[in-house]
Structures are given as structure tokens and as C-alpha cells.
């Protein structure tokens, strides 16, 4: 900008010093109209802008950007492709076999010899102690109960029932007791029960059936305690020995074989075989515990059986249901290529990984610099776009490697989740590009087929195609919706092609097709639910404006329009004019209309602190900048401006907002206070007028253009410069007498030129043609707007009027073009 000398300085200054001034001030002038007036056509030397290239601080940023998307994109794509990406129980698609000749355990082989061991264990059942020593003693104490009565009345009726006794077992057990030698043998023959009963376990019916029927083992083992305690050692019997208490017939004739074996002879036979079928309770129960740690004990003593894998040798075939063998073998096979493998081709296969994803990333920051400024000029959003790239592969390859049946579901939901906000948050190109490069990327890390990368790639395209413009989150969840449908019918395809189609029957080709279809549906359906999740934590995080919080802001109810309609309601009105206007004109060459639309609402809330000192909030009366001299009006005018930038700050308002604020005047003269500058400074030299002043060549004596321009910044975009224009030509066309669609067309023209040669379209990447549809687009709405009214008059009145219309046309358009400028600046 340059710094401007006092005025009372320079009076002081010398008439040599003041006319080599003046020549210089008077070259730069020339200079700028020249300038201004001259198209430069022709590109920078290649030296140069290699050299502006290497000075610019987003190459440091992309290149940093670039070296840790490959080292981490390419440190999880050679992980993932070491894995087994198979499951069991899947159709394989293609045939496998050994690299690498390698000795393994056959795991089939040892499982089976395992579990024969297993079933080879003798079932354990623990005796019931109580049980059969409660047996014992009552048989053992009879006798010497019974010798106590006199009759067989006398003794107890439980008893009685217990032992089923007759008068002739009765008597002969009281003699038993009264002959020591007799009362022995009968504890003898107890005994000898006793034993038997030790090694004829009574079991119940549940338990006799898995004791007969369970396990390989003829025999069945017996244990009556820990064997510290030292009561009797574990025996072994054949289970055909066990009785069923449940079958009556059965544990009848097993009871009096056992009883006789004893000893026992009628009558006292009976005694017992009556008491052993009283109240029969069992008296071995089944260990499960003991029963299952023995035999994985046993199986545990089982050696692996070892087998030679040679190069060549299939692990599985295409078509094969994948068993647990066949995939552990092949996990085997990966473990033991690492370790045998030609280490120099492994290197060189890992290198050539993070080359491949280098270029990759290459191809997608060239594409990005060029096509996506938005992004390569902010190196936050950089960062940003490089993260969540890396996200995408990340999860994708953990996902699918944690569980490869849900391959479909981790890959696609990741890839259309990217396109979906990219697209949100920048545009459709960029989205198309970029989700394009992440299915390569997760198509390379899981070894997909071509058909998975097209599944993505229509994801991700029917999602972006639907995006085109957001105005409520209704469009996110039809866009899911339809992709979800999309995508279930294109993994049906995709399966129908790469399923084998002999040596698998139809209900297991019927799996794959159905979970294929489902897990692609649902990944449209969870990448658009998440993308409604996420997004105002992305906005916020990397201030991005979607167009709906666009559409928030532009309620007429936010806080802070309503504030701009209650302390300026005519620049409130103003601000509506100039949203319709540049609406219509961002529309005509492809802008973002709607941020455009936003941006007028916004761009003057700064004359809210001062509405009175700008004419379209004054309602008559005398004008307040008359009673100040034209610098404090200019700080007045300008002022709004950092005002504005202030209260959007305070308010919250999106960075993409700002812009309007601070860019809509650029860096533009405000004419009005200028002119009026200069007349006050030629008014206090009373001999000579401003042309007069400028024809001596003592400018020094007026006061600076450049103190009297906007600080600027210029339009950075497109949708800033159509604001400029149109707040422009909105404030000039109500100073039009008669603003019929010719003077309107003149107009925005004219104000277009003035700012197109003063270099305000400079920075924006503005074309002739765009400028001149602009012009259309806004001369056609301010046409509609201001449209001229029907006049009812005589013929002789039109005639008159005719003919004074003619005679005033060319002064008329003159001082139109004088008004608008100071309506312009006033209104600014």
C-alpha cells in the first residue's frame, strides 16, 4: 500500500522535491491505467515456477503429507496381505497351495487320535459310602436286634417291612445271635456282601445308560474317596457289571445271585434280598470332572502326528467349503514362507508396496493441488484429507482381517463413507477422485478381485451423483437408501460372476450370495448413518460449511439477522436484494449458489454498530456525513467492514463466511469521499480549482487515492467477487430515474469494467466469458426486480413525453452513471 506523507509536510517541502513527486505520482498513475487496461497473456519461465514452487510452504506441508500417508497406508497394506483372509465354512473362490516345503502337524490326525484317547479313558463313578455302609451295618446288626424280643410281634414295624421277616426267618435269626460262631459267619457273609456290592455298583437309569454305552473303554473305573485318604483303591470292573436298579427284573435276579454268592441260604435269603430291594437308592455316581480331566490327560499324552507339505501341494480348491484343516494348514504355510522365503524378494516386495502407494498418493496430491485449491492451500485440511484416507484403509484392513466374513461390509463402508464427505464437505470432483483412490488402496491391501473394486466404485459414484446439492439431512438418508439398493443388487451380480459353478451344492452357494447382498446393503446404509453422525464434528473440527448449516443460517430467525432487521432494517433489505441477485448470477456459471446466498445476508452485518451514517437506513432528514469532513466519514464507511469480521467472530459464523465480510468492497475507492476530499482541498487554495491544482502538477497538495480505498482483501472466490458486483449494482440501480432494462444492462456493465480494470477479479479465478454471464444474470434479475411501471396518457401527452425522453437520453445516462457512484459509495 505505501505510506502516505502529511499534508502540512509536504506544503513545507522544497518546489524541487515537490514536482519530482509529483512526476513520480503521475508515472505510477500511468502506470496503473495501464495496467489496469492491459491483459498479460503468456506463462511464467519453468525456472521460475519451479522456484515459486519450492518457496511455497504447502509443498513442505504436502510433501510431509505424502511421506506419512505411505508410510502408514503401506505399513498396513503389507500386514494385511500377509494375513489369511479366509474363514471357515466359506466357498473358496480360488485354489491355494504350498510355496514353500515345510514338515506340520496333521491337525486332523491328532484331534482324531486326541479324541480317541479320550474315548479310550474308563468312565470314573465314585462310590456313595453312606450308602453301602448304611447297607452293611443293618444287615450286620439283625441278628443281635432281633435276639433282644421274644416274638415276632415285638419287633418294630419298620423293621418288619425293611427285612420282609416270617416266623421262620425270625427264629432262625435269634438262634444266629445266641451261637457266637453263627453270629460270625453272618458278619462274614455281610462282609462278603459288602464286597460284592463294592464291585456291582447299583446305578440308576440315566446313569447305568451312558455307563453301557459311553466311550470305547470295556471298563469302567470305581473310586471310593481321594486316594490320600487312603480308604480303598481305585478298581476297574467290565460295565456289563453295573445293575439298573430301574429294571425291576433285572436288579431282582442280579441281587439274588450276588446274595447267594454271599453265602446267605434260606430262610435268611430272603432277609436279605428283601432288604437290598427296600428303598434301593444307587450306590456309584458318575464323575464328569474326575471323568473329563482324566481324559484330557490322556489325550495330552497323545504325540502330533507329523506330515510333509511339498511345493505345489493344494491346501484348498476353488469350490471347496473351507474346514478348519485345511485353514490352519494354511496359516501354516504363511508362517512358514516368512521364515524360508527369499529374504531379498520379500525386501523388495515390501518396497515395492510403499512405492506403489507413494505414487498413489502422488497421483491424488497432483490432482488435489490442480483441481482442489480449497484444500492444498490450508494445510489443516491437508492433514485432514490425508487422515482420513489412512482411516479408511485402516479400518477396512483390521476389520477384515478380525473377521474376513464381513470383508464386504468393512471394505465398501469405509470407501463410499469417504466419497460421501468429501463430497459434503468440498465437491463432486474431488469426492470422485479421491474415493477412487481408496478403493485402490483397499482393493491392493486385501487382494480384492476386480469386481469388489467396481462395487465400490459404483458406491461411492451413486452416492456422490446424489449430492450434488444438500439442503436438509432428508437428502443423506435417501441417498443411503438407494445406494443400499444399489449395492445389494451389484454384490448379487459380482457373485454370480466369481462363484464357482460346479462342485458346490445350491444351499451353499446360497450363503455367500445372500451375506454378499446383505453386508453391501447395509454398508449404504451405515456409511450414510455415519456420515449424519460425524459431520458437525467435522465442520467444526475443519471448518467446513455444508450446505445445511447453510441452510440454518439463512433462517431468518438467526440471532443475528434478526438483530440486523430491528438496528438496519434498510440494509437488512439490501442485504435480501443483493442475496436474489448473486443467487440468480453463481447459479448462471456453476458457483456455489447457495453459500453465495448465505454470504449477502451476512456480508453488511458490520453497519449494524453505525446504521445511521449509511443511506439506506436514513429516512429523510439531514445527511450526518455533512457535519463531518470526508476522513471520518471514510473511517464511518470502511469501518463496517472490520466491524463485521468482528461480530461474525463473536457469533460463530463459519470461516467461509468471513470472506464476504472482508472481500466484498476488495480494495475499491469509495469515490464519493474522495471527490469530496479533494474539493475541500482545492476549496482552501481559492485561486485554483482540482483541475487546475492537477494541471500544475501539485498533487501533493490533494489528498491520496490510496488512503481513501477499502484495506481489501480481494475476492479470493468466485461466489466473493459476484457479491461484490452485485452489492454494487444493487445500491447504483435505486439512483436510476427511470430504470428501464437498457440503463440496467449499461450499468452493471459499467460498474463490471470499472472493477475488472481496477483489478478486483484479479484473485479469483474469474473468466471473461463467466464475468459476462454474470453480467447477464444480474442485469436480467434487476430488470425483474426494478421493472418499470404502465403510464395511462393521452396521445398528444405520449407524444410530448416521446420527444422530451429523446432530447434528455444522452445527459439522463450521463448523470445516471454519477449518481450510481455515489450512490454506490454512500450505500457502502
Known amino acids: 500500500m505505501g505510506s502516505v506523507a502529511d499534508p502540512t509536510t509536504n506544503m513545507a517541502k522544497d518546489s524541487t522535491k515537490s514536482q519530482s513527486k509529483s512526476s513520480s505520482r503521475s508515472q505510477a498513475r500511468t502506470g496503473s491505467i495501464q495496467r489496469r487496461s492491459t491483459v498479460r497473456v503468456g506463462n511464467k519461465p519453468i525456472r521460475q515456477r519451479l522456484a515459486d514452487l519450492v518457496s511455497s510452504p504447502n509443498l513442505f506441508w504436502g510433501t510431509i503429507a505424502i511421506i506419512v500417508f505411505t508410510l502408514v497406508v503401506g505399513s498396513i497394506t503389507n500386514w494385511t496381505r500377509g494375513q489369511l483372509l479366509v474363514s471357515v465354512g466359506q466357498v473358496m473362490q480360488h485354489t491355494r497351495t504350498s510355496r514353500v516345503e515345510f514338515n506340520t502337524e496333521d491337525v486332523q490326525q491328532t484331534q482324531m487320535q ?37 416274638s415276632l410281634d415285638e419287633v418294630d414295624r419298620d423293621i418288619r417291612v425293611r427285612f420282609g421277616l416270617t416266623e ?16 460270625q459267619l453272618w458278619i462274614d457273609h455281610v462282609n462278603s456282601l459288602d464286597e460284592i456290592l463294592r464291585r456291582r455298583p447299583l446305578l440308576d437309569r440315566q446313569t447305568w445308560q451312558r455307563a453301557t454305552q459311553e466311550g470305547l473303554n470295556t471298563q469302567i473305573e470305581l473310586r471310593f474317596g481321594p486316594a490320600e485318604e487312603g480308604i480303598q483303591p481305585p478298581a476297574r470292573i467290565s460295565r456289563v457289571d453295573v445293575i439298573n436298579i430301574d429294571n425291576t427284573e433285572q436288579f431282582k435276579t442280579e441281587i439274588d445271585r450276588m446274595v447267594r454268592i454271599a453265602g446267605f441260604v434260606d430262610p435268611v435269603h430272603t432277609v436279605v434280598v428283601n432288604r437290598l430291594g427296600h428303598e434301593t437308592r444307587p450306590t456309584f455316581a458318575f464323575d464328569q470332572s474326575a471323568t473329563s480331566a482324566t481324559q484330557e490327560a490322556a489325550a495330552g499324552r497323545v504325540q502330533p502326528v507329523r506330515r510333509s507339505i511339498t511345493v505345489g501341494q493344494r491346501i484348498f480348491a476353488r469350490g471347496d467349503v473351507l474346514e478348519q484343516a485345511a485353514y490352519e494348514l494354511a496359516k ?31 497421483i491424488l496430491a497432483g490432482y488435489i493441488s490442480m483441481y482442489c485449491p480449497r484444500i492444498a492451500t490450508r494445510p489443516a485440511r491437508t492433514g485432514w484429507l490425508t487422515s482420513i484416507v489412512c482411516a479408511c484403509v485402516f479400518f477396512a484392513c483390521v476389520l477384515s482381517v478380525f473377521d474376513p466374513r464381513l470383508m464386504w461390509l468393512a471394505s465398501i463402508t469405509p470407501v463410499v463413507l469417504v466419497a460421501i464427505l468429501i463430497c459434503i464437505a468440498y465437491d463432486q470432483r474431488t469426492a470422485l ?109 475443519f471448518d467446513i460449511s455444508t450446505g445445511m448449516t447453510l441452510i440454518e443460517l439463512r433462517d431468518p430467525k438467526q440471532p443475528l439477522l434478526r438483530e440486523l432487521q430491528q438496528r438496519a432494517p434498510g440494509t437488512y433489505n439490501h442485504s435480501l436484494n443483493v442475496a436474489s441477485i448473486a443467487e440468480s448470477a453463481a447459479e448462471s456459471i456453476g458457483a456455489d449458489a447457495l453459500l453465495t446466498y448465505v454470504g449477502c445476508l451476512y456480508h453488511d452485518i458490520g453497519k449494524m454498530n453505525k446504521p445511521g451514517y449509511f443511506i439506506e437506513n436514513q429516512s429523510g432528514g439531514p445527511n450526518k456525513h455533512d457535519k463531518l469532513n470526508p476522513a471520518m466519514s471514510l473511517l464511518v464507511i470502511v469501518g463496517h467492514v472490520k466491524d463485521g469480521v468482528e461480530m461474525a467472530r463473536e457469533n460463530g459464523l463459519p470461516k467461509s463466511l468471513h470472506h464476504f465480510i472482508d472481500a466484498h468492497h476488495g480494495t475499491t475507492l469509495v469515490e464519493y469521499f474522495y471527490r469530496r476530499a479533494k474539493e475541500q482541498a482545492a476549496q482552501s487554495d481559492e485561486d485554483r480549482t482540482v483541475e487546475q491544482i492537477m494541471s500544475d502538477n501539485a498533487e ?19 461466489e466473493v467477487a459476484i457479491v461484490m458486483l452485485a452489492d454494487a449494482v444493487e445500491s447504483a440501480t435505486r439512483t436510476l430515474t427511470e430504470p428501464t432494462s437498457s440503463r440496467i444492462d449499461a450499468l452493471v456493465r459499467n460498474l463490471a469494467n470499472k472493477r475488472l480494470m481496477d483489478g478486483q477479479f484479479d484473485e479469483c479465478n474469474l473468466t471473461f466469458s463467466e464475468l459476462k454471464t454474470i453480467c447477464d444474470s444480474i442485469s436480467k434479475t434487476v430488470a425483474s426486480i426494478y421493472h418499470g411501471r404502465i403510464r395511462y396518457s393521452s396521445d398528444a401527452e405520449e407524444s410530448k413525453a416521446s420527444s422530451k425522453k429523446k432530447d434528455a437520453e444522452n445527459s439522463s445516462n450521463q448523470q445516471d452513471d454519477e449518481q450510481s457512484d455515489k450512490q454506490s459509495d454512500k450505500s457502502a
Open 433 to 541: 477422485a479421491v474415493c477412487g483412490i481408496c478403493a485402490i488402496l483397499v482393493g491392493l491391501a486385501l487382494k480384492m478381485h476386480t469386481g469388489m473394486f467396481v462395487l465400490m466404485l459404483i458406491g461411492s459414484a451413486g452416492a456422490i451423483a446424489q449430492l450434488s446439492e444438500i439442503r436438509d439431512r432428508r437428502t443423506i438418508i435417501r441417498m443411503s437408501i438407494v445406494i443400499a439398493a444399489i449395492l445389494a443388487v451389484v454384490a448379487l451380480f459380482d457373485q454370480f460372476i466369481v462363484l464357482p459353478t460346479v462342485g458346490v451344492g445350491g444351499s451353499q452357494i446360497l450363503q455367500p450370495l445372500a451375506g454378499a447382498a446383505a453386508q453391501a446393503g447395509i454398508s449404504g446404509l451405515l456409511a450414510g448413518g455415519i456420515a449424519l453422525f460425524i459431520l458437525p464434528f467435522i465442520e467444526r473440527a
Open 168 to 183: 421262620e426267618s425270625f427264629n432262625t435269626l435269634r438262634e444266629t445271635a445266641s451261637q457266637e460262631a453263627s453270629l
Open 700 to 718: 501533493d497538495q490533494l489528498p491520496e487515492e490510496v488512503d481513501y480505498r477499502y484495506p481489501g482483501p480481494r475476492p479470493q472466490t468466485k
Open 114 to 150: 486326541k479324541q480317541a484317547a479320550r474315548l479310550n479313558v474308563p468312565r470314573i463313578h465314585n462310590a456313595d459310602l453312606p450308602v453301602l455302609e448304611e447297607i452293611r451295618a443293618s444287615l450286620a446288626n439283625l441278628p443281635r436286634t432281633l435276639g433282644g424280643v421274644a
Open 332 to 362: 501354516t504355510e504363511i508362517e512358514q514362507f516368512a521364515k524360508q522365503g527369499s529374504t531379498p524378494r520379500r525386501v523388495l516386495k515390501f518396497l515395492s508396496i510403499y512405492g506403489m502407494v507413494g505414487m498413489l498418493g502422488i
